[in-house]
């Protein structure tokens, strides 16, 4: 494949064409719009050395990941909307395993990200609005113990 201006053959990736896939459940839909929150930080805490007072030392905290937000069109009766409801109205949480992979013009995995432990924590339904002609669109929240990138 020959994308003509870039060296050694490569394209950057778009951030359109993705797919999000639980590993538990191969049937749980993985058609997405959006997904965000592939985010982690390193906090710190500052520590003063006691009779120097030349710097300061920082000690890193283990890291902090955010939410993942998941958007797609409203389905109805899906593995995806009986697991949120299991937790969000049932309270019965089942934590999944879960990869977003970025995929390359040609439908290739460029990247891909493993998701550990998530589990629903909000879902949202958008704005019902009859002088517009817009798709409805789920909003799933999730908490989760951690991502790694897949190498």
Known sequence: MDYGFFKDNYAPPTAFYFKVKFFKYDEMESSFQEVSGLKVTVKVTEKKEGGDNDYVHYLPN??????????RCLLSNS????????????????????????????????????????????WELSVLNSLKNELVVETLTLKYNKFTRDT
């Open 62 to 71: 283990p890291p902090v990941f955010t939410d993942l937000v998941l958007k």
């Open 79 to 122: 593995k995806l909307t009986t697991w949120c409801q299991d937790a969000l109205e049932r309270f019965k949480f089942e934590p999944l395993d879960m990869q977003i992979i970025l995929l390359g013009p040609d439908g290739v995995n460029m990247a891909s990200w493993t998701v550990h432990r998530a589990y629903p924590i909000s």
